[in-house]
């Protein structure tokens, strides 16, 4: 237990520095969401006077969505890494340190987890500046980023699948971007559920992005919603299980 | 005991390309070891199941008295392994590395900055050490690799072609250095494609081609094998087209298989050069053969390597005493 601590502290300890570093590993995920955020935030301006719309304002209402954004494209810039550290030999570099393999793993989720924070940090600071409120205040906001970087550390398997098994970094890129759009698409993350077509709004419901931003949203705009906070939790865990088997599986192949 | 104990060691890759095909060889405390064999023979594929980073079909690989598949923690603290390609963070400064590599290998932050900043000055990258390793040349990021490899101070080092890519006087230096290492004690395992380094280093190795160990013996026990010394027959450029006639005329002076043709030559060995070569410029004389440049040279690592290597297929592509280059996969 101390022991891969110890080491995955190593080993986050490396791609911290690497970020600190070099910034374009803090900024690659975020100037996206930061476009939409701008771009949205304007286009869709006038949203907030539809009937069935019950947000101040369609800032108020992107924020969570943004955030959303931001972990689930920081998740394939952790595939990627995986892929260009394989690449770099520097996989190897850790398998042949007397450490264990699952310390390497840990390492890696520790340092996304960290990123992603920071990232979802940076939405939030951004949203203030351009006006957004945080209901329930710096408590609010703590809990949004955590619930963002657990889901984007559930996010970051599946890219790390996607990685492991096609073995390319620009490839997994490309899936990457083919896969959010939709699946932020198919959600409650640009439209609210009551505004979708019946169909949509169903699909939305099996969509897991659906419930992070809602209860993203509710903490930005109503309050501690706790079957929110708690169905947001559970499906982030349910899919981490799925990704994470899948994502080990991956790494012992290409390891052995 | 030895200290690296190879049996019937196979590996079969998935897809069914038999890369190692039963080698047996033990490497010895204190040793150089060169394990010689062109592009795709087997090399890397023997070092990688060595330092427990690929597991074998079949067989055993034990090192220093562990056997590699059941207590492969404890091979990797005795080891270290400078692969063919080199792998270092480049984000990350000379001394970053070195320092990252050490704690990975259970020292302390201390010991770690210590060792580290040993290791620059004896690799001679002090001056570099707090520039990031992506603007470092090929030398130097070679350099830091090994570094990196020493940086828990191993009794037993696993080096795969250590000096590809780099210049001659690099490549010399690093001879240098791997020497007086080797003198502190080390046992240093060494792959390589250049004869030359083999030559200048290992104080025994093995031939491996497609994945069998085709001889093994002391440098010089395989120059001998040869039988004596090498006459060359360089011919004058515009006769470059007889080689072959010219390798059939001399071909009954050789005491080791037929006469070797290369580009523009041919090469016989033999036990009693000084009265062979007369009979050699007898031949050529009256066959009207014009000779450019006649030669009595010791047997050098290429002629063995060519003629355990099945050397038929390649010996076109060198000329005599060059140093045989092959081209580097990507990976
Ligand atoms: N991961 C792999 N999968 C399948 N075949 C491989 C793999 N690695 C190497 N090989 C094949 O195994 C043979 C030996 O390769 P290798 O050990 O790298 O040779 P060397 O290091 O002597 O150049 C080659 O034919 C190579 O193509
Ligand atoms: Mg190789």
């Not at chain 2, 963070?89 to 400064?93: F, G, P, S, Y």
């Given at each position: 237990m101390i022991r891969t601590f110890r080491e995955s502290s190593i080993l986050w300890g490396r791609l911290m520095r690497k970020m600190v570093r070099v910034k374009l590993l803090l900024f690659f995920a975020l100037f996206q969401p930061l476009l939409f955020l701008l771009l949205f935030s304007q286009v869709f301006d006038r949203l907030d006077q539809l009937p069935g719309f019950a947000y101040d304002s369609y800032l108020q209402f992107l924020v969570p969505s943004i955030i959303a954004l931001t972990a689930l494209n920081s998740a394939f810039q952790s595939g990627i890494g995986m892929v260009t550290d394989i690449e770099d030999g520097l996989l190897d570099k850790f398998l042949i340190a007397p450490i264990r393999r699952s310390s390497i793993l840990l390492g890696k989720v520790m340092a996304d987890a960290t990123r992603m924070a920071l990232q979802a940090l940076i939405i939030v600071g951004v949203s203030l500046i351009m006006g957004a409120r945080f209901e329930t205040g710096v408590l609010g906001v703590l809990m949004m980023i955590v619930l963002a970087a657990c889901f984007g550390i559930a996010w970051a398997g599946l890219s790390n699948v996607i990685a492991l098994r096609t073995g390319n970094g620009e490839l997994t890129m490309m899936i990457g971007i083919l896969i959010t759009f939709p699946v932020l698409f198919l959600s409650t993350s640009f439209m609210p559920s009551a505004l979708l077509p019946s169909w949509l709004d169903i699909v939305a419901t099996f969509n897991p992005i659906t419930y992070i931003v809602e209860a993203v949203r509710a903490l930005v705009n109503t309050g501690w919603d706790w079957n929110a906070i708690g169905k947001a939790f559970g499906v982030t865990a349910g899919l981490a299980v799925v990704t994470f088997t899948a994502a080990t599986a991956a790494f012992r192949k290409v390891i052995s | 005991m030895p200290l690296i104990e190879v049996s019937n060691l196979v590996k079969v890759y998935p897809g069914g390309i038999r890369a190692v095909d039963d080698i047996t060889f033990t490497v010895d405390r204190g040793e150089v070891f060169g394990f010689l064999g062109p592009n795709g023979a087997g090399k890397t594929t023997t070092i990688r199941i060595l330092v427990t980073l690929l597991a074998p079909t079949s067989g055993t690989a034990v090192v220093d008295g562990i056997d590699v598949t059941v207590a492969p923690e404890e091979v990797r603290k005795r080891v270290g392994y400078a692969a063919q390609f080199i792998g270092v963070?480049?984000?990350?400064?000379a001394r970053e590395n070195l320092v990252l590599q050490g704690r990975l290998h259970g020292l302390s932050k201390t010991e770690a900055r210590r060792r580290g900043d040993d290791l620059l000055e004896i690799l001679q990258l002090t001056a570099a050490a707090d520039r990031r390793a992506g603007t470092f040349s090929g030398g130097m990021k070679r350099r830091l690799d090994l570094g990196q490899a020493l940086s828990h101070d191993p009794e037993l080092l696993f080096l795969d072609e250590p000096t590809i890519g780099l210049d001659p006087p690099t490549r010399r230096a690093l001879w240098v250095y791997l020497r007086e290492l080797n003198a502190r004690g080390v046992t240093i395992f060494l792959t390589t494609q250049y004869l030359e380094e083999a030559d200048a280093l290992a104080g025994r190795l093995a031939i491996i081609d497609e994945g069998v160990i085709v001889i093994e013996g002391t440098p010089q026990a395989l120059k001998d094998d040869l039988g004596g010394d090498a006459i060359t027959v360089t011919l004058a450029p515009g006769d470059g087209s007889q080689v072959e006639r010219v390798a059939e005329l001399i071909g009954q002076y050789s005491d080791a298989g037929a006469a070797r043709t290369y580009d523009g030559a041919v090469r016989v060995f033999t036990r009693d050069a000084a009265s062979r070569l007369a009979d050699v410029v007898r031949t050529l004389d009256s066959a009207g053969i014009h000779v450019a440049r006649l030669e009595v040279s010791e047997p050098t690592l290429d002629d063995v390597f060519l003629r355990h290597t099945g050397g038929k297929m390649r010996v076109e592509e060198v000329k005599p005493r060059s140093r045989m280059m092959f081209t580097r996969k990507p990976r």
């Open positions: - | 963070d480049d984000d990350l400064t």
